[in-house]
T-cell receptor, first 117, second 115 residues
Framework: GENVGLHLPTLSVQEGDNSIINCAYS??????FIWYKQESGKGPQFIID?????DKRQGQRVTVLLNKTVKHLSLQIAATQPGDSAVYFC????????????????FGQGTRLTINP | NAGVTQTPKFQVLKTGQSMTLQCAQD?????MSWYRQDPGMGLRLIHY???????DQGEVPNGYNVSRSTTEDFPLRLLSAAPSQTSVYFC??????????????FGPGTRLTVL
């Protein structure tokens, strides 16, 4: 079935440390994955994405790793800052429905990241 | 660009009432979608559209209708509100390139309460 989940619902880290948020997916046909950040009272905000032909992709202070063998995705945040406090969602893109080109994002439940001063 | 805008921000309805949640984007995106987010959960797809005049159902379409008469607008209609539809609703849009959504831009959300 389609299931995108997270190993940990909450993660607490010290300011300045690195954070690692994990995500498991079950659809082996998924070929595109996205990490979103959602702050309280706001809509999800795109952080970084990765296609299935890649194992790793780096952005500014963030790195996404994809292990297709075990269907695992992770988001690494370097030197975590107070502004990184939020709920982080992974999502996988799959074909859906009848319309040509139709796709949908299947979201995980989210991990709440809190930063300790 | 204003990005993705949603109105209203908050709404309280009584059971059985109908209403329309508005969504507009000014980025000329072909793909638009509606999600609902319930406490402690991720987003679930209600309806989506791959272009003007084309709509399709998502995971949880019951009780909702959509239309896409223009590229910019994608309203979501609640036909007869029920307490189970109490949720936060997000509209999103993105470029479409074949089967790849690419980055989705989300609106700020509408918080709906049905009494």
């Amino acid at each position: 079935g389609e299931n995108v989940g997270l190993h940990l619902p909450t993660l607490s880290v010290q300011e300045g440390d690195n954070s690692i948020i994990n995500c498991a997916y079950s659809n082996s046909a998924s070929d595109y994955f996205i990490w979103y950040k959602q702050e309280s009272g706001k809509g999800p905000q795109f952080i970084i994405d990765i296609r299935s032909n890649m194992d790793k992709r780096q952005g500014q202070r963030v790195t996404v790793l994809l292990n297709k063998t075990v269907k695992h995705l992770s988001l690494q945040i370097a030197a975590t800052q107070p502004g990184d406090s939020a709920v982080y969602f992974c999502a996988e893109n799959i074909l859906w429905g009848l319309s040509e080109g139709a796709q949908k994002l299947v979201f995980g439940q989210g991990t709440r990241l809190t930063i300790n001063p | 660009n204003a990005g993705v805008t949603q109105t209203p921000k908050f709404q309280v309805l009584k059971t059985g009432q109908s209403m329309t949640l508005q969504c507009a984007q000014d980025m000329n995106h072909e793909y638009m979608s509606w999600y609902r987010q319930d406490p402690g959960m991720g987003l679930r797809l209600i309806h989506y559209s791959v272009g003007a005049g084309i709509t399709d159902q998502g995971e949880v379409p019951n009780g909702y209708n959509v239309s896409r008469s223009t590229t910019e607008d994608f309203p979501l209609r609640l036909l007869s509100a029920a307490p189970s539809q109490t949720s936060v609703y997000f509209c999103a849009s993105s470029y479409g390139q074949g089967r790849l959504i690419n980055e989705q831009f989300f609106g700020p959300g509408t918080r709906l309460t049905v009494l």
